[in-house]
């Protein structure tokens, strides 16, 4: 059977660490549970690594570490890439201010992820 192929952004990651929100964390918890199991590919982009950059250092240590153990394919920015999120944008899909969230879903349409 065909592993889905699943785009992980940064709030997905967070979520395993942060204990404030729990039901997100239980949930997330089980996704990743599967993830170690091997019932799917996971990816990330280059994105993901440069919002991690803006976290506090506690948190960015936490998030290269669950990075690190889960070893997702990590994806690179294209023209294609960003064509398409210019296009996401020039139809108003969502505020210019969310345009890093244009990007993800970028990636993963490019790269053709199932989700």
Request: glycine share 0%; aromatic share 12%.
């Amino acid at each position: 059977m065909k592993k889905l192929k699943l785009y992980i952004e940064t709030s997905v990651w967070n979520f395993l660490i942060s204990s404030d929100v729990p039901y997100e964390q239980k949930i997330t918890k089980e996704l990743f549970n599967e993830i170690k199991s091997g019932e799917f590919e996971i990816y990330i982009s280059e994105l993901v690594y440069a919002e991690i950059e803006k976290a506090p250092q506690d948190i960015k240590n936490k998030l290269k570490k669950l990075i690190e153990k889960y070893e997702p394919t990590v994806l690179e920015s294209t023209k294609k890439v960003e064509e398409l999120t210019e296009k996401y944008m020039s139809e108003k899909i969502v505020p210019e201010k969310y345009k890093d969230d244009l990007l993800h879903i970028a990636f993963a349409v490019v790269y053709n992820l199932d989700m």
